[in-house]
């Protein structure tokens, strides 16, 4: 866990810059629920929230909105898309690593992006609105690299390391197959 905490805060300062507001970066957060699940995912995210904002002196009235954009609203949607898959009949292991670890990701960033869009049109400033119409697309376009890279990253846990991922049922996915 401290390990992922350390990434996440390493992960999370490597970042677009767009105005003086905004910032784009990956979020990774797929890999996270699917480690540790839903609890230990925020608590992990918000802690690297805090410590990459200490670390690169983003200001404190920024971390709340901050910890929601990148840690909270992405693992509960992929945690609600886990749960989505999960209810599917008949699942493999193919399903549950491109269901969850693929598309999950990719679907949580087009999500997230919406809910960013609304969030900063209503209670944003006019200039941080018009910075992020200009450049929110980047967010659409690091939906396939989220994707990728929590894809492949839950793709070789499940293959080398199972027992790492809290939320696979290796019984019904792989034994009663």
């Known amino acids: 866990m401290f390990f992922s905490l350390l990434f996440y805060s390493f992960f999370w300062s490597m ?3 767009a105005g003086e507001q ?3 970066h990956l979020l990774g957060v797929t890999t996270a629920v699917l480690v540790f699940g839903w609890h230990l995912a925020v608590v992990i995210g918000c802690a690297a929230i805090a410590l990459s904002g200490v670390w690169l002196g983003v200001e404190l009235q ?3 909105t901050e910890a929601l954009f990148t840690v909270i609203i992405p693992v509960t ?6 749960h989505l898959v999960s209810a599917i009949p008949n699942i493999n292991l193919f399903a549950y690593t491109i269901g969850v670890g693929f598309l999950g990701s990719v679907l949580s960033v087009l999500l997230l992006s919406g809910l960013a869009w609304m ?3 209503l209670f ?3 200039g941080l609105a018009t910075t992020f119409n200009e450049y ?8 396939f690299p989220e994707g990728f890279i929590n894809g492949a990253m839950v793709s070789m846990l499940a293959v080398f390391r199972p027992d790492l ?3 696979l049922d290796e019984k019904r996915l792989i034994d009663d197959q």
């Open 119 to 121: 969030y900063i049109n």
């Open 77 to 82: 949607l992929v945690q609600g898309i886990f």
């Open 124 to 126: 944003g400033s006019d």
């Open 165 to 167: 991922l809290r939320t």
């Open 22 to 24: 905004l910032r784009f």
């Open 136 to 143: 929110g697309y980047i967010l659409l376009l690091m939906a």
């Open 62 to 64: 920024t971390l709340g």
């Open 15 to 17: 970042d677009i810059h």
